[in-house]
């Protein structure tokens, strides 16, 4: 087995798309022809974005959308970057809002946070530095 997808469901899944391709430089992948879901070549893993209204038709009202408006959403994606600052402020002027700032961790990492404009947690973070003991 491995992980294949991560799926958020948005209100618009060609902006989403679009800004994420704008933001962070990753290709698309397949949009459907209803614009109802779409995939971002981003590694190993695809990145995914799915309309409301297919979350609705697959679940039910029985799921939370993350929004904007909202306080943080209780999941986020992370990109490893080693250009951490230059791909924050790219993020940001793609349209990305600073969540928190660009702050070196404990353990020497550097990371900071943003929101999309569905309210999507966006980690921005150097690679770890694993040492040997």
Not at 83 to 108: H, Q, S, V, Y
Not at 113 to 123: A, P, S, V
């Amino acid at each position: 087995m491995k992980y294949g997808y991560t799926i958020f469901y948005v209100e618009d899944v060609q902006k989403t798309v679009a800004f994420y391709e704008k933001a962070f430089g990753f290709k698309i992948k397949f949009i459907t022809p209803e614009n109802d879901y779409g995939e971002l070549i981003s590694g190993e893993t695809t990145l995914s974005f799915a309309s409301q209204e297919l979350g609705k038709a697959n679940f039910g009202r029985d799921f939370q959308l993350a929004s904007i408006r909202e306080k943080a959403y209780t999941m986020e994606i992370a990109f490893v970057t080693e250009n951490i600052t230059e791909d924050f402020d790219k993020a940001i002027e793609a349209g990305a809002l600073e969540f928190k700032g660009i702050e070196e961790k404990p353990w020497g990492q550097k990371v900071g946070y943003l929101k999309d404009h569905n309210g999507i947690i966006i980690e921005i973070c150097t690679p770890i530095s694993y040492q040997e003991s």
